[in-house]
């Protein structure tokens, strides 16, 4: 049914189980996997904003985002070895996630999105705002959510 699956993952115990489902249909669909962790980009902290301890320069920052994110997309393939689901994974730095995600399934000729959701609802929902509601609300790819 779907050939290419693109999984997104933040490395919580939520989208680690989006990612076990994902790999799961992927391995009885025969299908390939595509998992995404999108970062922040470098943006400097405004003067007092933080301690100056914890301000780091942009290659700072930018090894420290991909070494976290390494980590969690490596999971995602030890998981995905021991099902023997072919594996991509991709870092992509973007301030709109939702664009993010959808820009790499569309970039990867992907037929279906999996993420997780957190379930939250009015004010919670409205004032944090949906990574999974704007992709849902933006894309023309199936989206399977996960809670």
Do not use: W
């Amino acid at each position: 049914m779907y050939r290419s699956i693109l999984v997104v993952t933040e490395g919580t115990p939520l989208s680690r189980k989006a990612v076990k489902a994902a790999l799961r249909m992927a391995h009885n669909f025969g299908a390939k996997v595509t998992a995404l962790n999108v970062q922040p980009p470098y943006q400097p902290p405004i003067a007092g904003e933080v301690p100056a301890a914890f301000l780091h320069n942009p290659a700072e920052y930018d090894q420290i985002a991909r070494e976290a994110s390494a980590k969690i997309l490596a999971d995602v393939s030890t998981m995905a070895a021991k099902l023997e689901v072919p594996t991509t994974t991709v870092t992509v730095f973007d301030h709109s996630i939702y664009k993010a995600i959808i820009r790499t399934a569309k970039t990867r000729r992907c037929d279906l999105i999996v993420m997780a959701s957190h379930g939250r609802r009015g004010i919670r929902g409205i004032l944090l705002g949906s990574e999974t509601q704007k992709v849902l609300t933006h894309c023309q790819i199936p989206v399977l959510v996960h809670r």
